[in-house]
Structure formats: structure tokens, C-alpha cells
């Protein structure tokens, strides 16, 4: 007799040690505290006590009161070998976490053996808590209570702090909006350079209707914002940084900037480039006698241009377009610009024929010490040959960065996973 009680009594440890470990690997295994009437916790394995429950059912039955928003917590062993994000998103939308109306969701899984947590966020609210404000939040209030095994206390905290990022963007329709982040410095410098190229694109531009010009003047009047802008991008942005200051943290409706800077830069690169085939093509008479003047053909044009400037144009470093009279007495040469880059201006005969023809690495680069490589460089016109040495700067090991993954009855909410997860 004494003994089957025993028995008995092991029996039922066991069974309850065997509840304590207890896997939920389908959302639809995860007691549903609605079904237990109006609540927000699922705790089934008692792995909070019942006082601490019942804290945090008065927290989340009180924020429903006051704001609607529906916050499910979950708080159990396993959930064996499923995703914990797609686990939670999936339970998210399987009970329907959230008004319909707002999907005003949030679900919260605790996963004590993965010692993992997860936030999954509902439509109308993942604009203010973003996938990185879950993280930040369970970085910030909650691991570090995790690690101490007071799940309640991190839970409360994690909680009141959700709930005021959320309160702190809600308007007066319930709706909660992202509040427009003041301009990050490098954005206001990249719209002041855009602006600034802009403004000297328009005013080059109008100015060419204006000005009375060769056409070969305003097509090179183009050059600087076709061109060469980029040369004074370092300046602009020291510039830019110093004037930067002056709008640091006036908020920026990016939307209506953006699409305004962008529709300003298309306008600007087609005028520039409509403009400038017209400038390059444009009828011209001899500047000289008044005479007009016709282009000549690649074939013909080679005899007015000199050796170096053949080579030029054949290995496209520069173009030249050449104007002739009809009697071929006058007779203008256009220099404008190839498309190989590759080119710089040769020491010897100054044309754009200088080439890198080979590079060999001399000395490697360490952790420790630098390098260098020798550079070797031609002319393709008259074959002018000279070689350089380069350091090559000291290798810098990458810091790794760390990373977070972002990972009655309920309203209806749902959610398309967004929210994140942390580890402890
Ligand atoms: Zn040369």
C-alpha cells in the first residue's frame, strides 16, 4: 500500500516533469488565454508564478482599456526545432493578435530552453516599433533581467516601454504614425549637393539662351555640370558639412524633397544632354569669313587633325569633330571629350594617350607594416614609357559587428512578421 503511493507519487512528478518539458511545436498546441476569458497570457507551464501573472494580465488588460492595442505573451518551454520568428508570426496571425480595424498587435514569445524571445509586430504599428526598436527595447529592459531568471520583471519593463514608444506616436485617431526623424547629417549634405549642382545646372542652362556664343562655347559652357562637378565633391561636402549644421534636426519631409530633388535632377540631366547634342550638331559657319561650314566624316577628317590626335581618337580618349567650307579652305577642329577613362595627359607629347599598362604588387600589405606596388605606365602615341612605386596602406582587421535577428477572442490582427528577436 505504502509503496504504490510512492509509486504513485513518482509517477506524477514524472508526469509533471514531463509537463515542464513540454515542447509546443504547432501554434494550435499554445493554450489560447481567450479562451479562458479576457486574457493576455499564456503561461501554462508556470514558468512565471501566478502572482507575477497576474501583474502583467492587469498591465495588458489595462493597455487594451486605454489604447485598444492587443498584447499577447507567451511564455513557454520550447518550441522544439521551428523558427522562432516564423513560429511566432504564424501564432501572431493564427489567433489574430490586434483590432482588425488598426492591427494594433503585438505578440511577445519567451522560449525559456532556446532562452529566446520574440516580438512580432501588427501592420499599424510596425512603422513605430520597428524591427530595430523591438531589438533595442529587449536589449535595453529586458535580457539583462533574462539572464537572471526574472522573466516577470523583464517582461513588465519590456512591456511598459513598448507600450510608451507606442503611446509617445499615437495622433488623435488612434493611428500610430512614425514621427519624422530629424535629417541624419549625411542626408542634408547629399540634398545640399544635389541642390547646389541643381542650381548650377538650371543656371547654366537659362544663361545659354542668353548669352550670344558659339555653340562650341556653350557645349563646353556644359562641361562643368556633365562633367567635372565631381571634382569639387570633396570641397562641397566640407562646405556641406559646416552649413549642415544649420539645419541639424529640422525635420524633412523626405517624400516631398526627394521626389522634388529627383524630378529637379531628371529635368537637369535631359536639358543637358538634349542641349548638348544640339550645341555639338548645331549648323555653324566659319567664324572667320561667315562662310557655312559642313561636318566631315570619320574617313575625311583624319588629314586635318594631327598624329597625336588620331591616336586620341582612336583609342577614344578624346573625340574632335571637324568643320570644313565647302571648298575645304577653312577648315575647324572641336575637341570634346572620349569615353575612355582610362587616359591621362602624356609627359612627353601632352596627349590624353598615357595608360596604366601594368601593376605588380612588390610588397604585400600586413597587419603590420605596408606595402607598395610599381605601376607601370606607356603612351600609345609615342610610346614615352616611366614607372612608379605606391604604398599600399597597412591592413586594418573588421571589427565584426554584432547583429540581431529581426525577428474573449483576439481582434483579428495581423501581422506579416515584422518585429525582432533577441537572444540571452
Ligand atoms: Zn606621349
Not at 509586430?121 to 527595447?137: A, F, S
Not at 594631327?306 to 572641336?334: C, F, M, N, P
Amino acid at each position: 500500500m505504502f509503496s504504490t503511493k510512492i509509486h504513485l507519487l513518482i509517477l506524477s512528478i514524472t508526469l509533471c516533469l514531463g509537463q515542464l518539458r513540454a515542447q509546443y511545436t504547432t501554434v494550435q498546441s499554445i493554450p489560447d488565454p481567450k479562451q479562458r476569458g479576457n486574457f493576455f497570457v499564456s503561461n501554462p507551464l508556470n514558468i512565471i508564478n501566478a502572482e507575477e501573472e497576474q501583474e502583467l494580465e492587469q498591465k495588458l488588460q489595462q493597455i487594451e482599456r486605454e489604447s485598444t492595442i492587443e498584447i499577447a505573451l507567451v511564455i513557454i518551454n520550447s518550441i522544439g526545432n521551428n523558427n522562432p520568428k516564423s513560429f511566432a508570426t504564424d501564432l501572431f496571425n493564427y489567433w489574430g493578435v490586434g483590432k482588425a480595424s488598426k492591427d494594433n498587435g503585438l505578440l511577445i514569445l519567451v522560449l525559456i530552453e532556446e532562452r529566446r524571445i520574440e516580438f512580432i509586430t501588427g501592420y499599424g504599428i510596425n512603422q513605430v516599433l520597428t524591427d530595430q526598436k523591438c531589438v533595442d527595447i529587449q536589449q535595453s529592459y529586458i535580457i539583462s533581467h533574462f539572464k537572471q531568471e526574472d522573466y516577470a520583471r523583464g517582461l513588465d519593463r519590456g512591456i511598459s516601454e513598448a507600450y510608451r514608444v507606442l503611446n509617445a506616436s499615437r495622433d488623435a485617431d488612434g493611428v500610430y504614425r512614425a514621427q519624422p526623424k530629424p535629417t541624419s547629417r549625411i542626408e542634408q549634405i547629399l540634398l545640399l549637393v544635389i541642390s547646389i549642382w541643381v542650381l548650377i545646372s538650371l543656371s547654366t542652362i537659362f544663361s545659354n539662351f542668353l548669352v550670344k556664343k558659339e555653340p562650341y562655347e556653350k557645349y563646353k559652357r556644359l562641361d562643368f555640370v556633365a562633367n567635372d562637378f565631381w571634382v569639387i565633391l570633396p570641397i562641397l561636402f566640407i562646405i556641406g558639412s559646416g552649413i549642415g549644421l544649420w539645419f541639424s534636426g529640422y525635420p524633412l519631409n523626405h517624400q516631398i524633397y526627394g521626389t522634388i530633388s529627383l524630378a529637379l535632377v531628371l529635368i537637369c540631366i535631359y536639358s543637358i544632354v538634349a542641349l548638348r547634342s544640339h550645341y555639338r550638331h548645331a549648323k555653324r559657319n566659319c567664324p572667320k569669313t561667315g562662310k557655312p561650314m559642313a561636318i566631315l566624316d570619320e574617313s575625311e577628317e583624319d588629314e586635318y587633325l594631327a598624329k597625336g590626335q588620331v591616336t586620341e581618337e582612336r583609342i577614344k580618349s578624346k573625340q574632335y569633330d571637324v568643320w570644313a567650307t565647302h571648298d575645304k579652305t577653312e577648315v575647324l577642329v572641336l575637341q570634346y571629350k572620349g569615353t575612355a577613362r582610362k587616359y591621362s595627359t602624356c609627359s612627353k607629347c601632352s596627349y590624353t594617350t598615357n595608360y596604366l599598362r601594368n601593376s605588380v604588387v612588390t610588397s604585400r600589405a600586413t597587419y603590420t607594416s605596408t606595402g607598395s606596388k610599381r605601376q607601370d605606365y606607356e603612351c600609345k602615341h609615342c610610346h614615352h614609357k616611366y614607372s612608379k612605386t605606391v604604398t599600399l596602406p597597412m591592413l586594418v582587421e573588421s571589427s565584426s559587428s554584432s547583429s540581431s535577428s529581426s525577428g474573449g477572442s483576439w481582434g483579428g490582427g495581423s501581422s506579416g512578421g515584422s518585429g525582432g528577436g533577441s537572444s540571452w
